[in-house]
Nanobody
Framework: EVQLVESGGGSVQIGASLTLSCVTT????????MAWFRQAPGKEREGVAS???????IYGDSVKGRFTIDRDNAKKLLTLRMNDLQSNDTAIYSC??????????????????WGQGTQVTVSS
């Protein structure tokens, strides 16, 4: 059974930093493309950051320069370091696992498994 379990969400103030983690089991993690998506209330799901098996990354325009995606293949761990958080970063953040040797992408059809999500709330 494939499982993706996120952690690290919480409530923070504007300008704070937060690191999200996602542990994956049930797949050969080191070969898979991975990504973080988010969905704010009343808005469509948005790609935040994605990384392929070789470590190539892409970022959404609204988070470039503030967020960093990384992977630790030995621990089957995906992280998202979020700096200078703003109120419009408030959302449920979910990690997703794509396909073996897949590219970094924000196309939801490029991802086969999804975590349950973790809430991030940013307020003044």
């Amino acid at each position: 059974e494939v499982q993706l379990v996120e952690s690290g969400g919480g409530s923070v103030q504007i300008g704070a930093s937060l690191t999200l983690s996602c542990v994956t089991t049930g797949i050969r993690y080191d070969t898979y493309s991975m990504a973080w998506f988010r969905q704010a209330p009343g808005k469509e799901r948005e790609g935040v950051a994605s990384i392929d098996h070789e470590g190539e990354t892409i970022y959404g325009d609204s988070v470039k320069g503030r967020f960093t995606i990384d992977r630790d293949n030995a621990k089957k761990l995906l992280t998202l370091r979020m700096n200078d958080l703003q109120s419009n970063d408030t959302a449920i953040y979910s990690c997703a696992a794509g396909y073996p040797y897949g590219i970094a992408t924000f196309d939801p059809q490029g991802f086969r498994w999804w975590g349950q999500g973790t809430q991030v709330t940013v307020s003044s």
